[in-house]
């Protein structure tokens, strides 16, 4: 009966032992172990076994990635304006052991940080630049508030500066500054076009000119041409009147007389002012002749043709 008892006893020990020894830690978590109220080891997720009544969980620590609640802060911009800043940081514990013995609030310590940093990053930027640069900022309060959070264990992921909030006065001066930059941008672009409207005619202007330059150098080229080929075919006419009449003597003198009559009687006839054409006696009579000295020469010709 004894020894059924101790059995008992001893069994329920062993099962008491075994359950507070036995430690199963989840998976978004890590527990800090102290033995006799000293640190001794991190437990990572899964199954741990500890010594009972000797070693304790001191600390239970979220590994997951944490989000401070958003903060607000006031700052002084470069050119003194003073505007609220909406900011907050996301981190995780990387030395869950780090996290809870160099720093009793880390929650605490990385926003009063992120505060001291954001301030004096702000303070290098003029208003206009704090509301176009948010992303640069952002990432140098980063990468400054990572290397102040090294010493605690933890890694701060990112910062955001959620908004920037101004009074009325200065939000009504940035409108007149925007309207008034409008204005500028909308002036320049007036005269822009303005120029490029002149400029664009100038080059038609010069365009059509060199056309014409070129039309009337053609047209000038072509008048050239022609008296060119007019002047070789006078030469040519009279190098063979010429010949002709150092063939054949009188005749061809008075065929070229007479031809010149008929042709200036030719140019009166289809002259636009000629209204009544009168034809002098001679002239007819110079046909006639023209006719019979044309005669007159071929036979000669013939006869010389025979003769050679």
């Known amino acids: 009966m004894e020894f059924n008892i101790f059995l008992i006893?001893?069994?329920?020990?062993?099962?008491?032992?075994?359950?507070?020894?036995?430690?199963?830690?989840?998976?978004?978590?890590?527990?800090?172990?102290?033995?006799?109220?000293?640190?001794?080891?991190?437990?990572?997720?899964g199954l741990s076994i500890i010594v009972p009544f000797v070693d304790k969980v001191a600390h239970k620590v979220d590994i997951l990635e944490r989000q401070l609640p958003s903060f607000q802060i006031s700052v002084i911009t470069r050119d003194n304006v003073e505007v609220g800043l909406v900011s907050t940081v996301f981190f995780r514990v990387l030395d869950a052991s780090k996290s809870v013995y160099r720093i009793k609030n880390i929650d605490l310590a990385i926003e009063n940080t992120a505060i001291s940093i954001i301030r004096s990053a702000a303070g290098q930027l003029e208003l206009d630049d704090l509301q176009s640069s948010r992303e640069s900022m952002n990432s140098e309060i980063k990468d400054r508030l990572v290397k102040a959070a090294e010493i605690w264990g933890v890694e701060v992921t990112r910062t955001e500066i959620l908004d920037v909030l101004v009074d009325e006065q200065t939000k009504e001066s940035q409108r007149q500054q925007l309207n008034a930059e409008r204005e500028r941008r909308a002036t320049i672009a007036t005269a822009e076009g303005q120029k490029r409207s002149v400029e664009l005619n100038a080059d038609a202007q010069l365009y059509e000119a060199k056309k014409t330059a070129e039309a009337v150098k053609v047209s000038a080229d072509a008048d050239a041409y022609a008296i060119k080929i007019k002047a070789e075919a006078d030469a040519e006419q009279t190098r063979v009147v010429g010949k002709a009449i150092k063939d054949d003597g009188q005749p061809a003198v008075n065929f070229e007389i007479m031809k010149r009559q008929v042709d200036g009687l030719s140019d009166l006839a289809s002259s636009n002012q000629t209204k009544t054409l009168v034809v002098p006696s001679d002239i007819t009579k110079a046909l006639g002749s023209l006719e019979v000295l044309l005669g007159t020469i071929s036979k000669e010709k013939s006869n010389d043709d025979w003769n050679d």
């Open 9 to 45: 006893l001893v069994t329920t020990l062993s099962v008491a032992l075994v359950f507070l020894g036995v430690k199963v830690v989840p998976q978004s978590k890590v527990y800090v172990i102290e033995r006799f109220g000293k640190y001794t080891k991190t437990l990572e997720s």
